[in-house]
């Protein structure tokens, strides 16, 4: 993140004066759970609710960067008007939330210190926030942009703006089909299929409703859960989630159970092997004497 | 003795003389694969079959890499080498309660095989009679040290020992196309390149030690592979 605001910092300061400013967020999508701000506990998931955004402005023309000015976070649900101003000064808020036009913008948190034009330790906002300052509704269904755009203030109307898009991923991907559940030592592996991009399965116990989830691969055909108690029955099913990482509704349920299982090692000891592993001295002495002999027929002239 | 025959003879003779090798080789490299199935089995008299049980009875292949230094060029080669290499079986891990039923826990046989081999070439087969087969015979001490694997983290290991003999035959490829074996001979010191096959009867069982498995092939083992001489 900090590489890529570098790489825009690599730009010829008079290009950059010119030309937008530039922000970097730590993610380009805002899923369902992010926009609402609650972790999606269901399926395990656990994603950051907080954007961290570095940002250089671009400063008008008519004026130089001190830090007696704020910082201003604002998002929108449209791309705000162009051409207010030189440059574009204003365009974070204008024009102002008009319910003819549907447009919504608003400041996210409070005026922050301007240290320096360039931002180069992350500032944190609450994802929810950026998105409730937009006037999304987290429960549709559909994709949107939100327009993020910081203002530099410096006593009356912005003489400085970075802005920039995120995405607002509000679909769900179809369910999966889980097919089959195989046993392990404390283990299940799960079998399903489905067309989406991530894939996890959660295992709930039920004897005690303890809940176990996989690790979330993008085969649906490799997923694992561990940490099960074998001989316990299990209910199983399976989410996909795309790429925002919204989770699907649960697959079908199918129980399983995860038995003790004995590998090569055991196996062979438990029907009466006779090798005690390691290196046996009976072995060793053996080598050793034919080594011996080797060396001793070797000095013979 | 007829005139034809003693022509044929001083012919031969004549023969050898002129492919007679001016440079004796310092040694060799070889590497090559064969099928391997240790006779874990063998143990239990036909009562139990715990490697059959988890890895079936297909072999899987052993690998191996050898170096040998030559200790006699004169009729024929003496070498004297170290040889290691991989082999690798996996299968599903059995239920405790019930050994019949496979589970989806995979559990791996490793094996690293070492030997110091002493190896006697008939090299004067190509280098005086122009017959481009290299007759060999081996003897090794072997060194097998293993361990067993389930879902991936270690559960037993250790080493057994034992010896082998092996009898085979390398084809030598440099009349395949001579001017390449001439780059190889002038510019890697590659003296000659083979190919070579070879039969081994192994005893790796820590010389018959009753508390060792046995970890010799189980059956009269083959192998092939490419022999450089250097």
Redo the contacts between chains.
Sequence with gaps: MRRALLALLALPASTLAQSTGGIVANTSTINIAQCTGTPNTEVGLNDTMTLSLLWSVALNSSVSFNTNGVYRLYAANQQPAAGQGSPVGTSCTTPANSSATGFVSAQVGSDMDAGAQTITVARDFNMSAVIAAAGFNCTDTTTATVYLCVQWVNGGSPDGWATSTLTLDRTTPSAPSLSSLSAGDGTLYVNCSGGDATYKAKATSLADSSVHFSNQLSSCGNLTISGLTNGQDYSVVAYGMNSANNPSLASNSVTGTPVQTDDFWTHYKKEGGRDEGGCSSGGAAGLLGALALLARRRRKP | MRPLARSALAGLVAGMACVARAQAPWGSVEVGAGPYVPS?DR??GGT?T??R???GGSPAPMFRAGIAKAVFTGQGTVEVGFRTGFYTKS?N?????D?SVK???R???NVIPTS?TVTYRVDQVYDRLSIPLVPYVRLA?E?YNWW????SSW?????????SASVGAALVLDPVDPSAARELRSEVGILHTDLYFDLTKDWVN????????DLSNSRLSWSAGLLFVF
């Design positions: 874990i143990e239990f139990a715990p490697y049980d988890i890895f299968g891990a059995v239920q405790s309660t050994p589970t989806s826990d559990t791996s046989l110091l001490l060194r067993v694997t389930k879902q559960v037993e290991k250790g080493a057994t020992n034992g010896w820590d010389f018959g030690s009753t508390r060792s498995w």
